[in-house]
Every structure is written in structure tokens, then in C-alpha cells.
């Protein structure tokens, strides 16, 4: 095999599971443990702002792994699609 179908092989392996471990991720801090949230609220302001952050940092880090993977498996099909010529 050449060099480049096993370099494309990688990029959409890795774009495949970079973008399932961020749709994974999004979707777990999609809805938040109402237990854990309610907690927070009760302690009032700073507590129930660092778990905003916190949870809007990991959604936002889902997101954008998903957009790194979609940009890999397109990479890798670039780079497969020059390797067929």
C-alpha cells in the first residue's frame, strides 16, 4: 500500500473517532444533573457560575471536537481521492 492510502486511512480513523467522542461528549453535557444543578443554585452566586462555565466549556469542547473530526475524515478523503489518480 502507499504511503498516502495508509496516511488517508489514519485521517479518517482519527476524524471518526475525534467526532463520536465529541457528539459524546455534547450529548452528556447536553442536560445536566438536575440534582447537581439544583445544589449549586441553592448556594447562590459563584457556585452556581462556575458550573455554567463549566458546562458550557464542555459543550462548547464537544463542538469542537466534532468540527476537528469532520475536517480529518475530510482531509483523509482528500487525500485518498488524490492517492486513486
Do not use: W
Given at each position: 500500500m502507499p504511503a498516502k492510502k495508509i496516511f488517508a486511512g489514519f485521517l479518517l480513523a482519527l476524524g471518526v473517532v475525534a467526532f463520536s467522542s465529541g457528539l459524546s461528549q455534547y450529548k452528556k453535557y447536553q442536560t445536566p444533573n438536575h440534582c447537581?444543578?439544583?445544589f449549586a443554585k441553592s448556594l447562590g452566586g459563584q457556585?452556581?457560575?462556575?458550573?455554567?462555565?463549566?458546562?458550557r466549556h464542555a459543550k462548547y469542547f464537544g463542538i469542537s471536537q466534532m468540527i476537528g473530526g469532520v475536517l480529518f475524515v475530510v482531509a483523509g478523503g482528500v487525500f485518498l481521492f488524490k492517492s486513486r489518480k
Amino acid at each position: 500500500m502507499p504511503a498516502k492510502k495508509i496516511f488517508a486511512g489514519f485521517l479518517l480513523a482519527l476524524g471518526v473517532v475525534a467526532f463520536s467522542s465529541g457528539l459524546s461528549q455534547y450529548k452528556k453535557y447536553q442536560t445536566p444533573n438536575h440534582c447537581v444543578v439544583g445544589f449549586a443554585k441553592s448556594l447562590g452566586g459563584q457556585a452556581s457560575f462556575e458550573l455554567d462555565q463549566s458546562l458550557r466549556h464542555a459543550k462548547y469542547f464537544g463542538i469542537s471536537q466534532m468540527i476537528g473530526g469532520v475536517l480529518f475524515v475530510v482531509a483523509g478523503g482528500v487525500f485518498l481521492f488524490k492517492s486513486r489518480k
